[in-house]
C-alpha cells in the first residue's frame, strides 16, 4: 500500500513583473539576476491574498481527481505567507471547498514546506488514519520582501501549487526523506516579531528582521551540498540509479544551484524540470507548481519515476521518489 498522487493544480497571479520592471524599483538589470538566477520574471499578487491562491489550487485539486470535497479527509497547507496567524490557511481552504469532514492545518518549512507537508500526509495514511489528503504549498512572497533590497527581492514570486493524494494499491511514494539543521538558522530567517508587551521596553512596531534576510552565499553551499546529498541516500536506499529516473522536480530557487547538483550526482542537467525563469522561487509552491506544469505538459506517464526535492530556511531539506 502506498500514497499516491491522483491529481495536481496550481494557480499563479496574473500580474506578471519582468526584471526590467524590478530594474525600475531597485538597481539591478536583466542581465544581473539572468546570470546569477536563471529568473526572467515572476507573478506578483495584485492585492490577492495567499489564501485566494490556496483556495483556486484546491478547487483545482477537487476538479481533477473527481472526488466530493465531502470526501476529503486531510488538508495540510505549507506556507511562510499566511493570511493570518490563526486561522490556518488550512481552515480557509476547508470552508472555501466545503470540505467539512476533513481536518485541516498548516506547516511550516519554508521552502522545503511541500516536502515536509507530503511527508506527513504520507504517514497519515500509511498508519491507517485517513485515506486521502489535499496538500498545497501556497506564498504571497511579495508581501515579505523589501522591495528596497536588491539582494533579495529579485528571487521571489508568488503562487500556489498542489496534489491531491490517494491510499493506493499501486506504486505511489518509494522513498523519502526530509531533515533539519537548526544549528544555521541564522544564514534565512524572516517573520521575526519582537516581544513588545505593557511590561517591558520593547518598541512594537516592524522589525527590520520582519523582511526576508538571507546570507545568500551560504544558503547556496547548504543547499547544493544537502539536496546532493539527500537525493543520493534516497536512490541508494531504494536501489534505483539515475537512469531509472525520468525527471528530477527541484525547488526553483536558482540556475546556478541546479548546475551544481546536476554536475556532482552527474545526472544530466535536462533530467531537472526548471520553470523558475518563469515565476522565480515561489517557496512552499514552487516544487508543486513545477510538478503540475510537468504534469499538464503531459511530459511524465504513469510509471515513470521522479524525484521531487526541496530546501529552505530552518535550515531545512527534503526528498522524495516517487512513481508517477
Ligand atoms: N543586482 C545587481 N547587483 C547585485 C544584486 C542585484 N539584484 N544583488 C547583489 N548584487 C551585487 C552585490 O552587491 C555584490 O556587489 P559587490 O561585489 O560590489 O559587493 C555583487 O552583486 C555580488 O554579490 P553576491 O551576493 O556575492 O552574489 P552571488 O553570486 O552570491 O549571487 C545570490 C547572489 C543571492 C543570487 C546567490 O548567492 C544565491 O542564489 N544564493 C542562494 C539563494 C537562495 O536560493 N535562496 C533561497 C533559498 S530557499
Not at 485515506?131 to 523589501?146: M, Q, R, Y
Not at 527541484?250 to 547538483?261: E, G, K
Not at 508543486?288 to 515513470?304: F, H, Q, S, T, V
Amino acid at each position: 500500500m502506498t500514497t499516491r498522487i491522483i491529481a495536481t493544480g496550481a494557480s499563479v497571479p496574473e500580474q506578471i513583473i519582468t526584471n526590467d520592471d524590478i530594474a525600475k524599483v531597485v538597481e539591478t538589470s536583466d542581465e544581473w539576476i539572468t546570470q546569477r538566477t536563471g529568473i526572467k520574471q515572476r507573478h506578483i499578487s495584485a492585492g490577492e491574498n495567499t489564501s485566494h491562491f490556496a483556495i483556486e489550487t484546491a478547487k483545482k485539486l477537487i476538479e481533477r481527481a473527481n472526488v466530493n470535497p465531502e470526501d476529503i479527509e486531510l488538508i495540510i497547507v505549507a506556507s511562510v505567507t499566511p493570511d493570518y496567524g490563526t486561522p490556518s490557511l488550512g481552515c480557509m481552504v476547508q470552508k472555501a471547498i466545503g470540505a467539512s469532514k476533513a481536518v485541516a492545518f498548516d506547516i511550516t518549512a519554508a521552502c522545503s514546506g511541500f516536502m515536509f507537508a507530503l511527508s506527513v500526509a504520507d504517514k497519515y495514511i500509511q498508519t491507517g488514519v485517513y485515506s486521502n489528503a489535499i496538500v498545497i504549498g501556497a506564498e504571497t512572497l511579495s508581501k515579505i520582501v523589501d522591495w528596497s533590497d536588491r539582494t533579495t527581492c529579485v528571487l521571489f514570486g508568488d503562487g500556489a501549487g498542489g496534489a491531491y493524494v490517494e491510499k493506493s494499491e499501486k506504486e505511489g511514494i518509494i522513498k523519502e526523506e526530509i531533515g533539519s539543521k537548526g544549528e544555521i538558522y541564522e544564514i534565512l530567517t524572516q517573520g521575526y516579531t519582537p516581544c513588545a508587551n505593557a511590561f517591558n521596553d520593547n518598541e512594537s512596531g516592524v522589525d527590520p528582521l520582519w523582511y526576508v534576510n538571507m546570507n545568500g552565499r551560504e544558503v547556496f553551499k547548504f543547499a547544493t551540498k544537502s539536496v546532493v546529498k539527500s537525493i543520493d541516500r534516497v536512490m541508494e536506499n531504494a536501489g534505483v540509479t539515475q537512469e531509472d529516473i525520468k525527471y528530477i522536480v527541484p525547488h526553483q530557487a536558482n540556475i546556478r544551484i541546479v548546475d551544481v547538483i546536476s554536475n556532482k550526482l552527474k545526472i544530466p542537467k535536462e533530467k531537472f524540470y526548471m520553470n523558475m525563469d518563469r515565476f522565480g522561487n515561489t517557496s512552499s509552491a514552487s516544487v508543486p507548481m513545477a510538478l503540475n506544469e510537468l504534469n499538464e505538459k503531459g511530459l511524465i506517464e504513469r510509471g515513470d519515476k521522479i524525484i521531487l526535492t526541496g530546501f529552505g530556511g530552518g535550515m531545512t531539506w527534503g526528498t522524495m521518489l516517487i512513481t508517477w
